[in-house]
């Protein structure tokens, strides 16, 4: 008798393009005794084109929560078993978070297998801002809980990630040009990895005219990345900022001067070190 227990292996899949499962993938999906997918019938084809008979089991949100006991008894009995989604990564968008949480809660081991995700390869090719961004996910479907939404988005400053569907890309775009503003630069990223693969950039409202103007390019899956709202007064500063910062610097070395200033203003360390710079020269 062993009391090893069982491994859970998250596993990335395609987005599209077949060729994009990765040689990792393919033998984890081979070698565990199970595998946990939110559409068996849609994964059947997938693991069929790469020679996997491994046996599945339907996990989605309806039933996740009364699989999940089950799957972690499997893993308690030693199998190792492995989850993926219809499509990229479990998780984003995706269930599973209900069997990832329990598995770590309940001391098993979790390994990730990488692979496709929409909204990385989109913001990998889109020329916005990859260094901070802010992913959203799908917005509400409801249009009043849609658009309080972008409201409380409308500030911040870092590069935005949507995923939408057809069914409601005309009117997101539509709301997002609306509040964001028209001209705040955007790029829709539409049916990645496939055969109608498009990437448009352009200022929300020049992109809402190109779908409008264009059914086909509402068709397929798409990813929405919008570029964060430049701070108030960036590369430059406000009275206040600028006169904690003219004090802190005739008192302080001007790293900590600047470090001190981030803390009391919330303004970025770097653009204070840059302007309390800019002041130590002045002075001069
Ligand atoms: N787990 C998936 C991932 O890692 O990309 C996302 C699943 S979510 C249910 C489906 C949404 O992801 C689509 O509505 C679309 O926003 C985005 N998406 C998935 N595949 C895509 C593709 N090939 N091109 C563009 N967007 C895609």
């Not at 998780?91 to 990832?100: A, H, N, T």
């Not at 007064?233 to 005739?250: K, Y």
Request: glycine share 8%; charged share 25%; aromatic share 4%.
């Amino acid at each position: 008798m062993t009391n090893r227990k069982g491994v859970l292996y998250v596993v990335a899949t395609p987005i599209g393009n077949l060729q994009d499962i990765s040689e990792r993938a393919i033998a984890t999906l081979k070698s565990v005794s199970r595998i946990a997918a939110e559409d068996t019938r849609h994964s059947a084809r997938l693991l069929s084109h790469f020679g996997i008979g491994t046996p599945l089991v339907a996990l989605h949100e309806h039933n996740e929560r009364e699989v999940t006991p089950l799957l972690l008894n499997m893993l308690a009995a030693g199998d190792d078993l492995a989850m993926i989604s219809d499509a990229g990564t479990p998780l984003i968008s995706d269930p599973g978070f209900c069997l990832v949480r329990a598995a770590r809660a309940a001391g098993f081991r979790l390994v990730p297998v990488p692979g496709p995700a929409a909204c990385i390869a989109a913001l990998s090719v889109a020329g916005l801002p990859a260094d901070h961004f802010v992913f959203e996910g799908f917005l509400p479907a409801r249009p009043v809980a849609r658009r309080r939404r972008l409201e409380e988005l409308k500030g911040e400053s870092r590069t935005l990630v949507f995923h939408e569907s057809s069914h409601r890309i005309v009117e997101c775009l539509g709301d997002m040009a609306e509040i964001l503003g028209g001209d705040r630069p955007a790029v829709i990223a539409r049916e990645l990895t496939k055969v109608f693969e498009t990437i448009e950039s352009g200022g929300l409202a020049t992109l809402l005219a190109w779908l409008q103007a264009d059914p086909n390019q509402q068709k397929g899956e798409f990813v929405v990345l919008v570029q964060g709202r430049p701070q108030a007064g960036e590369g430059t500063l406000d009275e206040a900022t600028r006169q904690v910062l003219a004090v802190l610097v005739t008192e302080l070395p001007l790293k900590q001067a600047a470090a001190l200033a981030a803390k009391i203003t919330g303004r970025s360390k770097n653009e204070l070190y840059a302007q309390a710079l800019e002041m130590k020269k002045e002075d001069r």
